[in-house]
């Protein structure tokens, strides 16, 4: 009886629908594919579409075309490999998909191929989440759910309205939404990214290749901010801005360190060639037993979401005193804090950070590499460093005599500045004098080496902004700055910032205020103050959600379901303790189900049959009950002399239900309004 049924032919209207729903689908795909995607994809729904308006033959009418559609299939999975190579990864898996099932839309022939094409659609809408998991995304997917559930109930329901489909298919999803919830929030957690496939799965948008600065550079010349294991100054000749996200961090007690104390620690930078400067190789780094760190004042604590970079940092307030419990870290001598794997997906971890602090006051194990200069380098910045030591023979005067002398010469802060050739801290430093946080930190390290004063890089970020809405500080790709640390005795090492001396904007107010308006705010408002404040508080309310939605949502891991069961009060949840509640609670949700299902068949489904009864139960209440043996009229003829005041409702009621019951004229509305105005009084 199975066989038969799925054997039977489909209506047009439901493969149209099919067609209509697979196309909005896979739309959003096409953004991240090759164009042959999308054409082959068009292609094949374009040929459906002419059988069903011109009856164009499809394969299944002619051999001929049966070998055609065959070898286009098995083309198209030559392209993916040759696109994506031998190893299938996400996207070669998508673009398989995607092709695939457009071929088989020119196939459907019975059901059972409509029931086959919905299940491709519904793996089809499982993929988006392998390149975006944001809201947008996932209200367009759960529309896309109720369309392919309301093709489901086309291909056997195809004379319902659009509407009806539409309405069921949107009750059976939020039907399921409640087992949906349940299995979110207890089905035992595993590390690692859920949507993580090889290779190609790992999106990392705004970072950098490894021989750029603190963003990209395209051939173009141009450069997108970001976060490298290396800086190289010179080569960059426009540095756009990006607004991509860092990470969030949320502050416990909402209580904030100063603005001047948000630096944000990232990697540490020691050996230069006179223009690129490195971190210490592995080797040449060890962790933790070479370092000492003496702290004053209160600790911040705070829980950071850092957006995947797919390199080993995490990034700190400076200078990170509690690690993370629940991932294996190492903090290296130098003040790098690494995780044991690279940060593939959005990860969570919890902090603790002094500001006030002396890091390795006593010795260092890398002072050493502190002090190398590349041989024959920069000859006129150890000159300026010679007449500058000999008239400051201190090393804290020396240090203040290096920074009056970015603050009083013409040096200015850029985010443009020219492209440098040749000895670039030279040219730096005597010609074009313009540049941002990377020209002056390594200008500044190779002024204090040449003094014999031990320096190096660290990079990170500087600053963010607070969103007033949920009190979380977001820190931008845009955010990225480079600072300079001294080392010296008694005093450890001393972060120095040289951009602060020619912009102190830049580190009290933050990148933000230095961008011009239309950076700040779309084009079009950013002359109307009005518009550009409701802009903001509008962009401040959506943060908020997204932040929300990615701590709790997306990034809902072993660590924040711990913190959430706790919460509802299972104490010290396991996955034992877990598993048993959600039995109980998949249990509970069937009953329920199976209860709502009874009930539901123990109503009439006849209208007015349905409020008919209702017509008695209003009686029932004043004592007018219906007795099992009697007929409407009967009945009719005792609730008129128990509710006189009633009579004439009663007995209109009345004569519209017997007539509609064995005459079936049309009075079935009046008789539906008649009802429900009837409020008995006694």
């Not at 002419?50 to 070898?71: C, F, T």
């Not at 957006?307 to 629940?326: G, K, N």
């Not at 329920?592 to 029932?620: E, G, H, M, N």
């Not at 239900?657 to 008995?680: C, Q, T, W």
Request: aromatic fraction near 12%; proline fraction near 6%; glycine fraction near 4%.
């Amino acid at each position: 009886m199975a066989n038969k049924r799925s054997a039977e032919i489909p209506s047009k209207s439901s493969i149209h629908w099919l067609m209509v729903t697979l196309t909005i689908i896979a739309i959003p795909h096409f953004f991240y594919q090759p164009l042959w995607v999308a054409a082959i994809f068009l292609l094949m729904m374009g040929w459906r579409l002419m059988n069903s308006w011109y009856g164009w033959p499809l394969p299944a009418d002619k051999r001929l075309l049966k070998v055609l559609h065959s070898i286009g299939a098995i083309l198209t999975i030559v392209l993916v490999f040759y696109s994506y190579g031998i190893t299938i990864g996400r996207d070669a898996g998508v673009a398989l998909l995607t092709t695939m099932a457009a071929f088989k839309m020119v196939e459907v022939k019975n059901l059972r191929d409509v029931y086959l094409s919905c299940f491709m659609g519904f793996f089809l809408i499982i993929t988006h989440f392998f390149f975006n998991q944001s809201i947008p995304i996932v209200i367009l997917m759960l529309v896309n759910v109720i369309l392919l559930t309301s093709c489901l109930i086309t291909a056997n329901e195809s004379d319902s309205s659009i509407k009806h489909r539409l309405k069921q298919s949107t009750v059976m999803v939020l039907q399921a939404m409640p087992l949906m919830l349940l299995l979110f929030v207890l089905f035992p957690r595993i590390s690692g990214p859920i949507w993580g496939l090889p290779n190609d799965a790992m999106d990392i948008p705004d970072s950098l290749p490894d021989s750029m600065t603190l963003g990209e550079v395209p051939p173009q010349n141009s450069a997108v901010t970001g976060m490298a294991d290396n800086i190289t100054i010179g080569n960059i000749s426009q540095l756009i801005q990006s607004d991509a996200i860092a990470f969030r961090v949320k502050f416990d007690n909402n209580q904030f360190p100063e603005r001047q104390d948000l630096y944000w620690r990232g990697p540490v930078l020691w050996h230069t060639d006179g223009k690129r400067w490195l971190p210490l190789t592995d080797n040449q780094k060890r962790y933790e037993n070479g370092s000492t760190i003496h702290v004053a004042g209160d600790a911040f604590s705070y829980s950071m979401t850092l957006e995947p970079h797919d390199r080993r940092w995490l990034f700190a307030l400076d200078f990170p005193t509690a690690y993370p419990q629940t991932m294996q870290t190492r903090l290296s001598a130098d003040g790098e804090l690494n995780s044991s794997d690279p940060i593939k997906q959005r990860t969570q971890y919890q902090l603790s950070s002094h500001t006030d602090y002396l890091f390795n006051p006593q010795n260092d194990p890398y002072v050493r590499y502190g002090l190398n200069l590349p041989e024959d380098r920069h000859p006129r910045s150890l000159q300026l460093a010679q007449n500058l030591v000999e008239q400051n023979p201190t090393e804290q005067a020396y240090i203040e005599a290096v920074l009056n002398y970015f603050r009083q010469q013409d040096f200015s802060y850029s985010l443009t500045p020219p492209a440098l050739r040749g000895d670039t801290i030279d040219q730096f430093l005597f010609e074009s004098r313009q540049g941002f946080c990377e020209h002056y930190a390594a200008s500044f390290t190779v002024l204090m080496r040449a003094a014999g004063i031990p320096a190096r890089i660290v990079t990170g970020y500087q600053g963010g902004e607070i969103n007033p809405v949920d009190q979380v500080l977001t820190v931008r790709q845009r955010d990225a700055h480079a600072w300079t640390e001294v080392w010296l005795p008694q005093q450890g090492w001393i972060r120095i910032d040289p951009t602060a001396a020619v912009s102190s904007e830049r580190v009290d107010f933050g990148i933000r205020d230095l961008l011009p308006a239309e950076r700040r705010s779309p084009a079009a408002i950013a002359n109307n103050d009005r518009l550009v404040e409701l802009w903001q508080s509008a962009k401040n309310n959506w943060d908020a959600l997204n932040s929300a939605w990615e701590m709790w949502v997306v990034s809902y891991g072993p660590d924040r379901q711990m913190q959430l069961l706790e919460k509802l009060g299972m104490h010290q949840p396991d996955w034992e303790k877990m598993i048993r509640w959600l039995a109980i609670g998949i249990a509970l949700i069937f009953g329920w189900i199976a209860w709502t299902t009874l009930r539901v068949k123990s109503i009439p489904q006849d209208r007015v049959q349905r409020f008919y009864q209702k017509f008695c139960f209003k009686l029932a209440r004043h004592g007018v009950v219906r007795q099992a043996h009697e007929g409407p009229e009967d009945f009719s003829r005792r609730a008129q002399l128990a509710l006189p005041q009633h009579q004439q409702q009663i007995a209109m009621i009345s004569y519209c239900y017997m007539h509609l019951r064995y005459r079936g004229e049309a009075l079935e509305d009046d008789f539906i309004e008649s009802v429900k105005n009837f409020r008995p009084h006694r």
